[in-house]
């Protein structure tokens, strides 16, 4: 297959695929680093879109505010693995086991990208896949921000779906 015919997130999961687990933690911010003693349980890629609605936001002005993901979680073939969605933030296998997390710290990922992100897992719901995740870090992101178009109080309640992508990488203690 040549590379015009891989998708993009097939080429994301290529790509961090081909990287070592000590050469992606060396590239990664120390902010969104995972602590020692984890190791990798599952790397996805997460491909979706991310709901924003213009209302007041915490500092009383109008603004594009985050009300949630929706994103298929692909493995490194391309197929589905499992869903993120919220809020709150949830990460599902396809066998039912699913987490949610409490954000510890981002890092900027330049213009136009959401940031980078690191999650500290609550215990799983249900047996499988997500059984034992410690940690998520969101890496290699792609779009997701808000929309750059007017929020005022002519567009209020208005909502704006904005595409993205990132690497899913799923921790559990060793």
Known sequence: ??????TRATLAATLIASFSHAALADMTPADVQ?????????ETVGVGAITYMCEMNDEDTMAWVFKGPHAALN?????QVGSY????AT???LDGSKVTGTQLATAANGDGNIPLQLVEANPAEGEGAMT???YIQRLNTQGGVAPDVACDMDHDGATAVVTYQADYIFWSAE
């Open 75 to 79: 493995d490194s073939d391309g197929s």
């Open 85 to 88: 969605y919220g809020p709150p």
């Open 132 to 134: 034992g995740v410690s």
């Open 34 to 42: 995972v602590p020692d003693g984890n190791a990798v349980a599952l």
């Open 91 to 93: 990460w599902e296998a």
């Open 1 to 6: 297959m040549t590379l015009h015919h891989l």
